[in-house]
């Protein structure tokens, strides 16, 4: 069973800017499509963005184009989602997850994390 541990959430003011890390317990995703997701209280889990395997297409919600980067390293085996601009609207719990198809719905992943919980005050 893999299992994706995400790090970096926290608590940011308006305007500032934070880093996601998303990497897979065991084994390596090097193979797999990447995105990011997220869930603010009372909402249905929403896409934030994806990445494919070699980095070269990227893909990000509306909400957030322009202002978050999703990149990854394969030879850490890792993918980052850089947050700057910071809104409160983007306060939620952030998720990445695993896929072998480029997709903006949640049910094409097959593989999470338990979730980062970002903040961010006015």
């Known amino acids: 069973h893999v299992q994706l541990v995400e790090s970096g959430g926290g608590l940011g003011q308006a305007g500032a800017s934070l880093r996601l890390s998303c990497s897979p317990s065991?084994?390596?995703?090097?193979?797999?499509?990447v995105g990011w997701f997220r869930q603010a209280p009372g909402k249905e889990r929403e896409f934030v963005a994806s990445i494919s395997v070699q980095g070269t297409y990227t893909a990000y919600a509306d909400s957030v184009n322009g202002r978050f980067t999703i990149s990854r390293d394969n030879a850490k085996n890792t993918v980052y989602l850089q947050m700057d601009s910071l809104k409160p609207e983007d306060t939620a719990i952030y998720y990445c997850a695993a896929g072998s198809n480029p997709s903006s719905s949640p049910e094409n992943y097959y593989y999470w994390g338990q979730g980062t919980q970002v903040t961010v005050s006015s």
């Open positions: 065991a084994c390596a995703f090097v193979y797999s499509i």
